[in-house]
């Protein structure tokens, strides 16, 4: 069975930086892409960031709202994950959930992810 840990999350200043992990155990990691999605009281989860597979070039989709501020990453020999946000805004604040894909991906909708983590929350002040 599928695991997967977050960590990383936080209460941070409007510009600063953060990194957020992902730990996949209990399979092979390089069998899924994988994703990053947000979570708000007041929106569902949507994703943030993707990665492919290796075998299909570790290919990387961003939401636009991040797009030139966060980048999605993968160390395959350590089962993880990143997602690597920089300058940071207020409305990034929601909960981080990381999610794996068996298939090629990258997917942007959540149905189409098989497994999730708990989530971490990180939390922008102005």
């Known amino acids: 069975q599928v695991r997967l840990v977050e960590s990383g999350g936080g209460l941070v200043q409007a510009g600063d930086s953060l990194r957020l992990s992902c730990e996949l155990s209990g399979h092979t990691f390089t069998t899924y892409a994988m994703g990053w999605f947000r979570e708000t009281p007041e929106k569902d989860r949507a994703l943030v960031a993707a990665?492919?597979?290796?075998?299909?070039?570790?290919?990387?989709l961003y939401a636009d709202s991040v797009k030139g501020r966060f980048t999605i990453t993968r160390n395959n020999a350590e089962n993880t994950v990143y997602l690597h946000m920089n300058s940071v805004k207020p409305q990034d604040t929601g909960r981080y959930y990381c999610?794996?894909?068996?298939?090629?991906?990258?997917?942007?909708?959540?149905?189409?992810?098989?497994?999730w983590g708990q989530g971490t929350q990180v939390t922008v002040s102005s």
């Open positions: 990665i492919t597979k290796p075998s299909t070039g570790s290919k990387t």
């Open positions: 999610a794996a894909d068996s298939g090629v991906g990258p997917h942007t909708r959540a149905i189409e992810y098989d497994s």
